[in-house]
């Protein structure tokens, strides 16, 4: 989007680790790197804000999560001990330092600026991440599928929506998509709806969803869900249905999502249990005139949270 505005982009892609041991070798290595010839630089992931310029522009994505809003959750990964605390500390000071440096901060989100303000102290704005695009999503009809287009892994509950489809009363069917990570969950998925007999209501694409294929799915679904626990930012799904003029289905501990979705608005927003989740899924098949009416407002959801690649481009710019 900079380039078709006229400006010489050079993308950096920069490998990072979460592994503990591994994590200061490589924010040394972040330090030495010398962007001195860009005008401007624009950091995303993490740990990308160490690097050095006088005029970097953070667009801040999430912190490593572990050593912050995961340290007391089962998502840790490693030992709440004198060494870890000590890791911890030591990166949250790094950051700091490196936080202070920027002329200006961004997030995609009031849950991320939210955690910059607590952990490290520092003020942000929200600057919604928009899609490549947006003009190839469309509304075409409204079936009698609620589409889950994203990876499957146990964070994102696909699990808790298989479980809500055993108490559902209507015949609303589900479709999960997207690559797993995890050998185990898809194993795991399979295995649910085997156990509640849900083969004619349940159907999984265990592998990568194209963007052709994504386009199709949100035509033709009845609507989106998305139930991420604790996610960083409104997630490019529930954003995608969004511009096909379709509601979403998320929880009330989801996160960043909260902010795109209002219950009764532009979606439902249950209580993150099965039979909380099958009674939105039956509003959705048995109110098909709501559900088109609250398809309509997701799409002017959008401009309301200013979700575009001009008023990015603009704060970015300035």
Known sequence: MLERQGHTVERVYLPEVDAPDLLFQQMAALRWIDLSAADRVICFRPQAHLIRHPHKILWFIHHIRSFYDLWDTPYRGFPDNAKYRGVRDALRAADNAALAEAKQVFTNSRVVSER???????????LYPPVFDSERFECRSFNDEVVYICRMEH????HLLIEAMSHVKTAVRIRLCGRSGDVSYADHLRALIQKHRLDDKVTIEDRWISEEE???????????AYLPLDEDSYGYPSLEASHASKPILTTLDSGGVMELVSDGDNGYVADPDPRSVADALDKFYMQRDETRRMGVRAAARLDELKISWTHVLERLLA
């Open 116 to 126: 910059l303000k607590k952990y490290n102290g520092v003020d942000s704005e929200i």
């Open 214 to 224: 994504k386009v199709e799915l949100l035509a033709d679904c009845l609507a989106a």
């Open 155 to 158: 964070h994102k509950r696909q």
